[in-house]
């Protein structure tokens, strides 16, 4: 089970750090991936890491701004956003892919079932 915090409210220009932690079993079987979702848009790809964190992706329009990481040793996933902008406005949801998922991972939100219930990111102008 994965749990994702460290959302709330903030100003443009602002950075945040989001927590992606798993319950019941090691984050490290598991590579994870960060998605958005907007309000009326679809669920959108942010970001990926591999199981042993030496593999990452980002969405093209998104790099230089996020920075995933993870801790195995915490049990946790960490994505750093830098220069909050309202268009970043957003719930932000964890996924888990196992050990036999292929990496590069896909970046379809459909092909995850393992989510973590998301944390809310608003930013003021």
């Known amino acids: 089970q994965l749990q994702a915090s460290g959302g709330g409210l903030v100003q443009a220009g602002d950075s945040l750090r989001l927590s992606c932690v798993a319950s019941?079993?090691?984050?490290?079987?598991?590579?994870v991936l960060w998605f958005r979702q907007a309000p009326g848009k679809e669920r959108e790809f942010v970001a990926a890491i591999s199981w042993s964190g030496r593999g990452i992706e980002y969405e093209d329009a998104l790099k230089g701004r996020f920075s995933i990481s993870r801790d195995n040793t915490k049990n946790a996933v960490y994505l750093l956003v830098n220069s909050l902008d309202p268009e970043d406005t957003a719930v932000y949801y964890c996924?888990?892919?196992?050990?036999?998922?292929?990496?590069?991972?896909?970046?379809?939100?459909?092909?995850?079932?393992?989510w973590g219930q998301g944390t809310q990111v608003t930013v003021s102008s």
């Open positions: 996924a888990a892919a196992s050990y036999g998922s292929s990496w590069p991972l896909s970046k379809s939100a459909w092909a995850y079932n393992n």
């Open positions: 019941g079993r090691p984050i490290s079987e598991y590579a």
